[in-house]
C-alpha cells in the first residue's frame, strides 16, 4: 500500500533501518504464529506491537508489519494474500496515529514504565479494533455489532499482559546495550 511506500525510502537513507525491519518481520511473524484464535467477527492475535515499535522504531515496525503479513500469507495462509491490504491498514493505521499522537511523547521515557505502556498498548488496539469495525461495516455481508464488541473485548487480557512483556524485553535489552564489555586481558 501507499502508506509503507511513503516510509520506505528510509531504508535506504538509513539503511541500518533494512535489519531492523528484517527483525521486525520476524518477531512480528513469530507473535502472530504463537497466539491466534478466533474472536467474535475476525480473529485475536497477539501482534507484539509495543514491545517491536519501542525497541525497534516506527518505520521498520510499519514495514516489519507488512512484511510480516506477506510472508505469512505466502507460507501459512495463501488465503490471506486477498486481504492483505486491508490486514496492513488495519495495524498500520492504528500505528502511525499512535505514533504521530502518543507515540513521540511518550516514547523517550516510557519503554521502562508499565502505565505508560499500557497507554500506547490501549490506543493501538483500540485503533486495531476500531479498523476491525471500520472493513466489517464496509462488507457485503452485516456483521452484528455484538459479533464486532467481542473480538474488541477479546484483546482485553492482550492490552494487560503486552505492557508487562514490554518493559521486560526492554529492561532486558537496555541491560545488556549498558554491559560493560567483558573481554580477557
Known amino acids: 500500500t501507499s502508506l509503507l511506500a511513503v516510509q520506505a525510502p528510509q531504508l535506504i537513507k538509513k539503511p541500518q533501518l533494512i535489519l531492523r525491519t528484517l527483525l521486525a518481520a520476524l518477531f512480528f511473524s513469530v507473535f502472530m504464529q504463537s497466539f491466534h484464535m478466533p474472536?467474535?467477527?475476525s480473529e485475536l492475535h497477539f501482534i507484539g506491537a509495543m514491545p517491536i515499535y519501542l525497541t525497534l522504531g516506527f518505520v521498520p515496525t510499519l514495514l516489519g508489519?507488512?512484511?510480516?503479513?506477506?510472508?505469512?500469507g505466502v507460507i501459512f495462509e495463501p488465503a490471506d494474500l486477498l486481504h492483505l491490504g486491508v490486514n496492513i491498514l488495519s495495524l498500520a493505521v492504528p500505528l502511525v496515529a499512535l505514533h504521530l499522537g502518543l507515540g513521540r511523547k511518550l516514547v523517550a521515557g516510557a519503554a521502562t514504565e508499565v502505565r505508560s505502556v499500557l497507554k500506547l498498548d490501549a490506543t493501538y488496539y483500540a485503533g486495531v479494533a476500531a479498523m476491525v469495525g471500520f472493513w466489517l461495516s464496509m462488507g457485503q455481508v452485516a456483521t452484528?455489532?455484538?459479533?464486532?464488541a467481542t473480538f474488541a473485548a477479546a484483546y482485553l487480557p492482550v492490552v494487560l499482559i503486552e505492557p508487562v512483556l514490554t518493559v521486560a524485553v526492554v529492561k532486558l535489552l537496555h541491560s545488556q546495550a549498558h554491559r560493560?564489555?567483558?573481554?580477557?586481558v
Not at 65 to 72: A, E, I, P, T
Open 144 to 148: 452484528p455489532f455484538a459479533q464486532w
Open 39 to 41: 474472536a467474535g467477527a
Open 65 to 72: 508489519f507488512g512484511l510480516g503479513l506477506l510472508l505469512q
Open 180 to 184: 560493560p564489555d567483558r573481554k580477557s
